[in-house]
């Protein structure tokens, strides 16, 4: 049956619909501010879903490559590229063990695009040294994570305290009218937590960023008020 995250977005006909993926355009808008001139550059799109981010990156101009787990996401990305006549290359791989012929000059990983969902702590950074090591010299992470102090100001009975993991069951809605209870487990970070994991994988400089529903905000510091918080880091 495979883990939480792999059944939750099998047969996900409604992704588009949910209300987190609805600041694509604007997200974009600010990975390109971050990324500066883009001529020439490869990015890497790791749990690319329904390929939301990768194909506006692709109509402006990047060169892209995303990878997901989920083959009926990937289906539906890869359909909208061909619909939009865009060259995206998709694959499926796992974030914690990729390999690639080139090195990308960036790579994102945002809306818990595997990050956070993993069962051990220790998937995640290997998730995190899997794209350092597909970065070039100077290559760009762009990421967002969950943030723990939202969750504590919540006082939510299902997030632990000791382990920052919230327990929580989610109905799934399958698209032939069935439904299924997903017992799921996500794990929240602090920004000096993310920062010593991406400093301790390599990375040389690690800048964080607030994310809200008008969109990511650089320049304004996360506060228990942000479901998530975003990290610019650099190899």
Known sequence: MGQWY???YEEFDSYSKESYTQGTENEVDFLVKVLGDFRGHHILDVGCGNGRHALEL???GFSVTGIDLSESMLAQAIQAAQKDS???KFERKDARRMNFDQPFDAAIMLCEGGFSL???DEMDTEI???IFRALKPLGTLIMTAPNALFMLSQKNRNFSTVTFRENFELEKKIPDGRTKMLHCNQ???TCPEL???LMGVGFSTVEFFACSRAGYMRGKEPTKSHFEFGAIAVK
């Open 86 to 88: 865009l060259q995206i």
């Open 6 to 8: 792999e059944q939750l």
């Open 128 to 130: 995190l040294k899997s």
């Open 195 to 197: 920062r010593k994991m």
């Open 58 to 60: 692709a109509r402006r």
């Open 118 to 120: 993993m069962e051990k």
């Open 187 to 189: 794990r929240y970070y």
